[in-house]
């Protein structure tokens, strides 16, 4: 009974982390395909006292909720706030050369405050790179420099 127990205290923690009722929770899985799910039901997972069947945590995943970390008590997004669980669901319906403007725009910000970043992007993204690049063989490649050499501009 402990491991029901404690998949149970993990969904009311998903549960509560998404700022749902009991009943609003069940009313969202039982609309995404676990039917007959009611705040009564959704008490008991939470109580240990019945286990959730793949139907509704196929249907609570679909809206958002972590089902491996109610499962296992490892998973991607135990601790993320509501506003950070709905960045990473727009992060990944992205076009690729979406994810990768993110990625730079964060990045860009972390090099701002003298941390070094590195950003490897699988495919073909249109990138600007400007200022100092370094490749992977730890090789310094300076882009768009200029430097002034006796009176006259050097690239």
Do not use: C, W
């Amino acid at each position: 009974m402990e491991l029901h127990n404690s998949i149970g205290e993990r969904l009311r923690e998903v549960r509560e982390n998404m700022g749902l009722s009991q009943t609003a929770f069940a009313e969202f899985a039982e609309r995404t395909g676990a039917a007959g799910t009611t705040r009564q039901s959704q008490s008991l997972y939470e109580k240990g006292k019945r286990m959730p069947d793949a139907a509704y945590l196929s249907a609570i995943a679909a809206n958002g909720a972590d089902v491996l970390y109610i499962l296992t008590g490892h998973g991607r997004s135990q601790s993320l706030s509501g506003d950070e669980q709905e960045l990473i669901a727009a992060f990944r319906a992205a076009p690729l050369a979406v994810k990768g403007a993110v990625i730079g725009a964060l990045s860009a910000g972390k090099s701002a405050q003298g941390i070094k970043t590195k950003q490897v992007v699988h495919g073909s993204v249109g990138q600007q790179v400007n200022g100092d690049v370094v490749n992977q063989k730890g090789n310094k490649i300076e882009i768009g420099k200029t430097e002034k050499t006796g009176g006259t501009r050097k690239r």
